[in-house]
Each structure stands twice: as C-alpha cells, then as structure tokens.
Nanobody, 119 residues
Framework: QVQLVESGGGLVQAGDSLRLSCAASGSTFRRYRMAWFRQAPGKEREFVARIYWSPGNTAYADSVKGRFAISRDIAKNTVYLQMNTLKPEDTAIYYC????????????WGQGTQVTVSS
C-alpha cells in the first residue's frame, strides 16, 4: 500500500522560502510520477509540479515556474518542493500525489500540509 506523508508547511512572509517534503513508502516508485498539487480556500485543486521518479524529468505550472523546484532523493524515497520568492497567492494546502505511469490518474495522495504566506 502506497503511503505519502507531507511535511514542511508553515507560516512565512512574502518573499520567503520554504521546502516541503513528501516521504513515500509501499512501493519501489521506479515507474511512478510524483507531483505536488495545491488547493486554496474556495478554489479547485490545481497542479503545481511533477517529476518522474526515473529519470527525473520535471514540469511546472506557469504560476510557479522559476520560483519552485521539485526534486527527489531516491535513497530516501522522498520528494521535495523547494518554494522561493513566495507570494500571498501561494497560500494553500499542498498535497503530494503519486501515479503509476501505466495509470490514468494520480491514485495516491498525502494528507496535505498548510502553507500560509502573509503580505
């Protein structure tokens, strides 16, 4: 059973940086793509960034491109989201998700971690 546990959220000021972690267990993940999504109050969940576990290709939403960076540590089975130059509009609950590359959807989700950016 795949399990994802996020950590690293918090309250920061605009312009600050924060790094989120997603500890993954229950699979080898070699054939997975891992992603971060976020959901702000009153808004739909949106895609933030994605990385293929192997070989590590990445993709980003336009709203975070150049400010956020997704990475993974294969030895630790952990995915990271480095968030720089944070803006108040980045305030949301951030979720880690995992998808087998043979599946159509992200089947596994973490519980989420709150990120709040004050102006």
């Amino acid at each position: 059973q795949v399990q994802l546990v996020e950590s690293g959220g918090g309250l920061v000021q605009a312009g600050d940086s924060l790094r989120l972690s997603c500890a993954a267990s229950g699979s080898t993940f070699r054939r997975y793509r891992m992603a971060w999504f976020r959901q702000a109050p009153g808004k739909e969940r949106e895609f933030v960034a994605r990385i293929y576990w192997s070989p590590g290709n990445t993709a980003y939403a336009d709203s975070v491109k150049g400010r956020f960076a997704i990475s993974r540590d294969i030895a630790k089975n952990t995915v990271y989201l480095q968030m720089n130059t944070l803006k108040p509009e980045d305030t949301a609950i951030y979720y880690c998700a995992a998808q087998n590359i043979d599946d159509a959807n992200y089947a596994y989700w973490g519980q989420g971690t709150q990120v709040t950016v004050s102006s």
